[in-house]
């Protein structure tokens, strides 16, 4: 056990039309409960797993996502110790800012900013610290993080200075690229990879038990696969989604 370091991917919001038919979809593919949030008027649902918070899901008007809500999609958020200072070195280092900062009530404050390359991330500065718990994910919380881009090596810089992440390793993956793997503390937590011609985005991956069961509970509850499930360098294995109302999402399950 150890206190969760700066520079973690620590809360998921979705952003969604029907935040009711997402926590059916999520709830039975990855066994999240939900409730609504106590501090939010609005129609905000949160995710937990075992009486854990980790996300919630939001319609697209709402100002606790982006500045120009548009397609449903998951926007995860990195545990920084101050959001107006990240904010402001975030713009200083080519990126800028899309949203915020703002507080949120006995909660924290947020941000959203947005890369060079123009994937948007979210920023959080959570009113008390992280308490100690177990780094490594489990099954049904999001164990990966990856970012589709146009220039990987300016955007790791860009990272790098505004999170401290540190590369791992860079795998030649053929025809497809570099493929650059980034953590914290030498555990790995995503990767990076160019995609010409693809709007720069992050992708959040969850993590279950076995990939081809969940691939076939998703489609059957309306999700469209697009890649997968497919074995990964390392043995891992991989499914890459859009949940039935056009989010993308992908999962997970490391070698047995």
């Known amino acids: ?12 919001n979705l952003v969604t039309p029907d935040a009711k038919n997402a926590a059916a979809f999520y709830s039975e593919i990855a066994n999240w409960h939900t409730t609504p949030w106590e501090y939010d008027e609005r129609d905000f649902t949160l995710f937990t797993v075992d009486g854990e918070e980790f996300g919630g899901a939001v ?21 920084v ?23 949120v009530p006995n909660v924290g404050s947020w941000a959203i900013v947005g890369d060079p390359q123009g994937a948007t991330l979210g920023l959080f500065e959570p009113e008390v610290i992280p308490p100690e718990k177990t780094l490594a994910p489990r099954a049904t919380q999001f164990s990966w993080h990856e970012l589709m881009t146009t220039d990987y090596h300016a955007a790791f810089e860009f990272y790098k200075q505004l999170f401290h992440w540190t590369a791992i390793a860079e795998n030649d993956m053929g025809e497809h690229g570099t493929y650059l793997t980034f953590g914290q503390n030498g555990q790995a937590c995503g990767g990076m990879f160019n995609k010409p011609g693809a709007t720069p985005s992050w ?10 069961i969940a691939a076939q509970t998703a489609q059957r509850l309306g999700a469209t696969v697009h ?5 990964v360098p390392g043995g891992d294995w991989i499914v890459q989604c859009t949940d039935r109302e056009g989010a993308p999402f992908a999962m997970h399950a490391p070698r047995a």
């Open 81 to 103: 110790y101050d959001v107006d200072a990240c904010a402001r070195q975030a713009a200083k280092i080519g990126g800028s800012l899309r949203k915020g900062p703002f507080e």
């Open 203 to 212: 992708l959040s991956y969850l993590r279950v038990n076995d990939v081809k």
């Open 227 to 231: 890649l997968g499930p497919v074995e």
């Open 59 to 79: 319609a697209p008007a709402s100002d606790v996502v982006d500045a120009a809500p548009s397609a449903p999609r998951w926007v995860p958020y990195v545990y």
């Open 1 to 12: 056990m150890q206190r969760i370091p700066t520079g973690s991917f620590v809360w998921h």
